[in-house]
């Protein structure tokens, strides 16, 4: 079992360090379209365990989709031309959302102290 290391610049495809075009953005995701549990074909990167895409992979896509980068290649943004962070209002926007999400119990009840239920 491997433990997961954080992706560093070097393991970034070099176009997407170089600024790639949207056609390009497309061959870098093509290029890098891993197997769900296995290596990814372009550049190595051990890709499963939750982590199914490799780092250029989803660069390439967040950028591409004009998305903010996700939070585990926060550190890689300065790298990449055209990645970027989310903002503090995605970020609200999201937490937002999360909250209203049905929960999968309801809270209990509350009890009263000294009082019978
Ligand atoms: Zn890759």
Redesign the pocket.
Known sequence: MSTMRAPAVADL?PRLIAGATLPELLTVVT??D?PTDGT??????RTGRGQRV????ALARAVRERRPVPAWLLHLVDAVPGAFAPTPVDQAAERAAQDALPGLFDAPPRRTPGRAA
């Open positions: 495809d290029d890098h891993a990814c074909p372009g550049c190595g990167w490799c780092p250029s992979r």
